[in-house]
């Protein structure tokens, strides 16, 4: 009996003993609880009375970030010019720190790039320009977004090079043999020539590319005999009509090694209240390559339908052409230890432009002097593919009658370029 009566006395107080504990770890629990809630709202108290802080600066892994998807380069030339002296005044010989470019190509997503390039010709701009010195400039060059869809159909709009003829979208001095980029792609297709505009690029296959832009035109008030389009590049803040240029470009690679561009300009270059005189360029360009040998050529025509409207000299046409032949001269066995990538090419190149074809407006004005040719030869030695070391020698003449001062001369230039 006794056994019986002392076992449930106890678990009685083992129970009741174990809910006593366990009600003074609740209210233990309940009273840290209390503690902390008590000091989260006195630091939520503290923080409101604070004025706000400022967002924290992006760190370094996101500079490093902008780093990684951002490239720069550009390109350079360094010239020594010597020019005889034939009654016009442009003799004489000096050096001249012709051009440096530096151009910025930003991956601002995995689908849109940021392409911006800005040059320096003849060291920057002078206040004032004395005698013949040459005046320089600081132009934006391109400043564009790419937007990059699908591989036949993209989007790019802002700033950008004109898609005409063989020299104006290759312009880097490690892309032509000469010192000096052809006349033609000077006076007739007016290079370096970007505008602002948008449009349409891809790829046709493995063998074709294309282009096809709506960009602003180019003010025919200044064409001229003497300069041909050149000087009608208008600044990007103006533009001297409503109208619009339409301008494209097919790029074709039919067989291994061959090269051919077919491009087009058309667009009004009269100035707004007048009427439309419009401007047209037809350009067709190629390269082959057999062995170490090399053929290239351009030929460009450019018809004004108005050309009155525009200037009293220019002609109803304007049209040109150059061809090239090279040789790669480096022997294989020299092409060891720094020069294992070392090229060295000799070139000559015929050119002849007229910018007086057809009838003018004032017939007084017509003058042989503006049918012009160029014959240059010479070398381009390349102890790397970024580094073009040029020596060349150009023959000038023209149509001029007796009396007339010429506008070129014969000269021989030197020049380093680079591209990085």
């Known amino acids: 009996m006794k056994k019986r009566f002392i076992i449930p006395t106890t678990a009685s107080f083992l129970l009741a003993a174990a809910t006593l504990a366990s009600a003074a770890t609740v209210d233990e629990l309940q009273h840290q609880l209390d503690d902390l809630s008590g000091q989260i709202k006195a630091l939520q108290a503290e923080k409101a009375q604070k004025p706000a802080a400022a967002p924290a600066p992006q760190g370094e892994g996101y500079l490093k970030t902008v780093w990684d998807r951002t490239r720069i380069g550009g390109y350079g030339e360094l010239d020594y010019i010597m020019k005889s002296d034939n009654g016009n005044g442009k003799g004489g010989n000096t050096f001249d720190p012709h051009r440096f470019v530096l151009y910025v190509n930003s991956d601002l997503a995995d689908w849109i790039t940021l392409n911006a390039e800005l040059e320096w010709e003849h060291s920057g701009v002078n206040d004032e320009v004395k005698g013949d010195e040459l005046s320089g400039e600081v132009v934006v060059e391109q400043a564009f977004l790419d937007f990059k869809l699908f591989r036949p159909l993209n989007v790019k709009a802002g700033i950008m090079l004109v898609p005409v003829g063989a020299i104006n979208l290759y312009h880097e001095p490690t892309n032509f043999n000469s ?14 020539w970007r505008e602002m505009g948008i449009g349409i690029h891809g790829s046709l296959g493995d063998r074709a590319d294309y282009q096809l832009l709506v960009m602003n035109g180019l003010d025919g008030k200044e064409f001229s005999a003497k300069n041909g389009l050149r000087d ?17 470009r097919l790029e074709l690679r039919p067989v291994t ?22 401007t047209t360029i037809l350009a067709f360009d190629g390269k082959y390559r057999i062995s170490d040998f090399e053929i290239a050529g351009e030929y460009v025509q450019v018809i004004q339908d108005k050309p009155g409207l525009l200037a009293s000299d220019i002609g109803h046409r304007m049209s040109g052409y150059w061809v090239e032949g090279a040789y790669h001269l480096m022997p294989a066995a020299l092409k060891t230890g720094k020069l294992a990538e070392a090229d060295l090419v000799a070139f000559a190149r015929y050119s002849e432009f007229d910018t007086q074809q057809g009838s003018i407006a004032d017939p007084t004005k ?8 160029y014959t ?19 023959i000038y003449d023209d149509h001029r009658s ?16 680079f591209v990085f």
């Open 179 to 192: 010192s000096e980029r052809p006349d033609l792609d000077k006076y007739l297709i007016p290079s370096t």
């Open 232 to 248: 009608g590049r208008q600044d990007m803040n103006k533009d001297n009509n409503r109208g619009k240029a339409l301008t494209g």
């Open 257 to 278: 090694n061959l090269y051919t561009n077919f491009s087009f300009y058309t667009a009004n270059s009269a100035p707004k209240g007048s009427d439309n005189a419009y």
């Open 366 to 373: 017509a003058s042989g002097k503006y049918d012009r040719n």
């Open 376 to 394: 240059n030869f010479g070398f381009s030695f390349k102890p790397v593919p970024t580094v073009a070391i040029k020596a060349d020698y150009q």
């Open 402 to 417: 007796g009396g007339e001062k010429p506008l070129d001369n014969d000269k021989f230039q030197v020049t380093l370029g």
